[in-house]
């Protein structure tokens, strides 16, 4: 396995699907501890969230095999709710892999964020299918591919949170408040008790 490494900084685009909204906070606060988390915002998806996860996977041929993708959307959909968390985070010299089956290069600490989170969290969570608690990109492609889907469900933002010093990741028009991540963490903390 040939391993890459780069100097500069790289900020990956994950999502944390509605299965794991009961321990978001929780999450959110691991994924803290792991990168520094630069934007978090909250999208309901409502009567779009299928294609929301469709769009999120589009270029991924391996979701989409066997009818992977539909299973997993309605095992997704035995929750009531339609919200995820998105997320962006910032890793510091980078380090890549080449997948040899695929041949894309993948950023081995954004691997590792998502490996955690669902080790960690999977055990916890009811009617587990595999990937339907994080997902997260790994590559520049993957980052760009996820921002352009974010833009087309901007309507669906209900939340929204910019670390103080940074530009926004998850780029939108809508005016953004400022509001700190422990308010944003304590306001996660609300929905689940609701």
Known sequence: MQILRSKESIYPIGVLWNMGNKFVREMMLRIAIMQDVIQVTVYDLKDEYDAFVLDTYKGDNEAFQDGYIYEKIKNMKSTNSTKVI?????????????????????????????????????????????????????????????????????????????????????????????????????????????
């Open 86 to 194: 998105v997320f962006a985070i910032k890793i510091d010299n980078p380090t890549y892999r080449i997948n040899e089956e695929n041949g894309m290069i993948q950023c081995l600490e954004a691997r590792k964020v998502k490996q955690q989170i669902r080790d960690e969290y999977a055990s916890k969570i009811d009617g587990y299918f595999f990937d339907n608690l994080i997902h997260m990109s790994d590559n520049e492609e993957e980052s760009q591919r996820i921002q352009s889907t974010l833009k087309k469900y901007e309507k669906y933002i209900e939340e929204d949170y910019i670390r103080k010093g940074y530009q926004p990741i998850i780029r939108t028009t809508k005016k953004r408040e400022n509001r700190t991540y422990i308010s944003l963490l304590n306001k996660l903390k609300g929905e689940e008790e609701r």
